[in-house]
């Protein structure tokens, strides 16, 4: 079982930056690859980024790729998403979560845990 929590979301103007964090729970944290993504408003939730259990790989949706950065830190079983060049076509509930199985990094389903989410406003 593995619990996840979200911070570090908040109102920043276009181009400016933030850090997402994501605070985990559970002894199978540090053998989970994580992924980020986010939900806007009467849209589906989509894939930003992904990484590794080791953090040896990272994957990033083309939409943010050269702006985003997924890291974690396992010995303080956190991961962080680094947002910069922000945009208003941002905006969005970001959602950490974690999963333990085979299948793509992007798809929303082959995650077993999700925490509740961060708002994130980029202002025009």
């Known amino acids: 079982q593995v619990q996840l929590v979200e911070s570090g979301g908040g109102l920043v103007q276009t181009g400016g930056s933030l850090r997402l964090s994501c605070a985990g729970s559970g002894r199978t944290f540090s053998r989970s690859a994580m992924g980020w993504f986010r939900q806007a408003p009467g849209k589906e939730r989509e894939f930003v980024a992904a990484?590794?259990?080791?953090?040896?790989?990272?994957y990033y949706a083309d939409s943010v790729k050269g702006r985003f950065t997924i890291s974690r830190d396992n010995a303080k079983n956190t991961v962080y998403l680094r947002m910069n060049s922000l945009k208003p076509e941002d905006t969005a509930v970001y959602y950490c979560?974690?999963?333990?199985?085979?299948?793509?990094?992007?798809?929303?389903?082959?995650?077993?845990?999700w925490g509740q989410g961060t708002q994130v406003t980029v202002s025009s």
């Open positions: 990484i590794t259990w080791s953090g040896g790989s990272t």
């Open positions: 979560a974690a999963k333990d199985t085979s299948g793509s990094y992007s798809l929303t389903n082959v995650y077993n845990y």
